[in-house]
């Protein structure tokens, strides 16, 4: 009689393979059940462990999300080389990540969190609004396709099966852009409407 390989939180080494996961990127319940039991079972260890290292274990069960992230500065202890590294971002990135924060938005208000999946076409048309007249429009579309990229390498969109055009925003994006945030969205969005302009102003396309 053959016996299953033990599950993660079974094992002796549970905590490690936790941590490790949490050191790699995202933990999501949705890509491992067990990973994910295993990790709210032992969360006050992981907490203490990651602690350690300046790391705060940030956890939402509601999403069904968890990831580390750097302590911040005045929360005691020495200061640490960081481990979690800062995410120099665009303007143009930071740009589409903001309105997929607002179409997430709302999504939730208008169906109570179900998935939210948009085809290329609409990624690039949410940005196409925000750009000034006259922009060169091979170049535009060159450097949307390039941030949609980026938004994904980040974990913010995921590609559905073999459609290489149809994109789900994942909600860890709520954990990145919080709603402290969005509340100046509009001035954000003037913001990035007119640096664009004297952008095109100042060199042109």
């Known amino acids: 009689m053959t016996t299953s390989a033990p599950r993660p939180s079974e094992g002796p080494d549970a905590l490690s393979l936790v941590v490790v996961s949490l050191l790699k990127g995202v933990v999501y319940r949705e890509e491992s ?3 994910w ?3 709210l079972q032992l969360q006050a260890r992981v907490r203490d462990q990651v602690s350690v290292l300046g790391l705060r274990l940030m956890l939402d069960e509601s999403e069904g999300h968890a990831f580390l992230k750097q302590r911040s500065e005045g929360e ?4 640490l080389p960081r481990l979690i590294a800062r995410r120099q971002l665009g303007y143009g990135l930071s740009l589409l ?6 179409k997430l938005a709302d999504a939730d208000a208008a169906a109570g969190g179900s998935r939210l999946v948009l085809r290329r076409h609409e990624l690039q048309e949410l940005v196409k ?6 922009t060169n429009e091979v170049r535009w579309v060159e450097r949307v396709n390039q941030d949609i990229e980026r938004a994904v ?3 913010f ?3 559905l099966g073999e459609e290489e055009d149809t994109f789900e925003v994942r909600r860890i994006l709520k954990a990145f852009v919080d709603a402290q945030w ?5 001035q954000r969005l003037a913001a990035y409407r007119a640096q664009l302009v004297e952008k095109q102003q100042g060199g042109g396309e």
Request: proline share 3%; no cysteine; net charge negative.
């Open 33 to 35: 059940s067990a990973l």
């Open 157 to 159: 969109l995921r590609r």
């Open 76 to 79: 005691g202890g020495a200061e």
């Open 182 to 186: 969005l509340e100046g969205f509009e």
């Open 129 to 134: 609004l925000f750009l000034p007249d006259g």
């Open 97 to 102: 990540l903001a309105l997929l924060r607002k």
């Open 153 to 155: 390498e980040m974990g």
């Open 37 to 39: 039991q295993t990790l």
